[in-house]
Every structure is written in structure tokens, then in C-alpha cells.
């Protein structure tokens, strides 16, 4: 496809995301959550579609083997010309967890951790 095509396809997901949000609102009929996730998707692919077209940069999704730890993963960046490492604290989900409270992870204390 050529760029105006790209760009006429990222207003019309655009749009349907637009409308999507819009049918939120309202009393759900049923399928309004799934169609929002969907036009959502079909915004992104959108843009990427046309930042390759155009030779800018641009994010992929990649399936990734490991869960982080969503409440503190402190991720750290670590990147050359010829490599890239991401660090970061790992899912770690105590067993004997009751949801009652939290754990903080201090990143001054990273070096004492076994």
C-alpha cells in the first residue's frame, strides 16, 4: 500500500475505535467490550503499517516467556549497537499471599537480594 492509503486506514480504525468507546457508555448489549479491544488493535496495527511504510520506528508485540512483576518490576534498559538487555524483577507470587498487603522493593537495597 502507498502512504495516503496507510493514512486513509489509520482515520478509518480511527474512527471505529471512536465509535467502539462511544458504545461503552451506554448499557452494554454485549460484544461492546470485545469490539472496542478489537478496533483498539486495528488502530495500532494501523500505525505500524504506516511508520514502516514511511521508515520511521515503530513497536511490535512479542510474545515474551516471562511475566514481570507488575507492582515493581524496575526495569532496566541496557542497549549497544549490536545488543539489547532488559532487566527486571520477575513474577513472584507467595503462595501463603492473603491480598492483605504489599511488598516494596527498594532499588538502593537491589545488590542485598538472595
Not at 474512527?15 to 461492546?32: D, M, N, T, V, W
Not at 539489547?84 to 504489599?102: A, C, E, H, M, R
Not at 527498594?106 to 542485598?112: E, R, S, V
Request: a negative charge; glycine letters at 4%.
Amino acid at each position: 500500500m502507498k502512504i495516503p492509503e496507510l493514512e486513509t486506514a489509520l482515520r478509518e480504525a480511527q474512527e471505529r475505535a471512536s465509535r467502539a468507546a462511544k458504545a461503552l457508555a451506554p448499557k452494554h448489549r454485549g460484544s461492546e467490550v470485545e469490539e472496542f479491544r478489537a478496533a483498539r488493535d486495528a488502530v495500532l496495527q494501523a500505525e505500524r503499517n504506516l511508520a514502516a511504510a514511511k521508515g520511521e520506528p515503530y513497536a511490535v508485540p512479542v510474545d515474551f516467556p516471562v511475566s514481570w512483576d507488575t507492582g515493581a518490576p524496575l526495569p532496566y534498559l541496557l542497549q549497544n549497537d549490536c545488543r539489547t538487555f532488559l532487566t527486571f524483577f520477575l513474577q513472584d507470587i507467595d503462595p501463603n499471599w492473603d491480598g492483605s498487603y504489599v511488598s516494596v522493593r527498594d532499588p538502593n537495597q537491589l545488590c542485598d537480594l538472595e
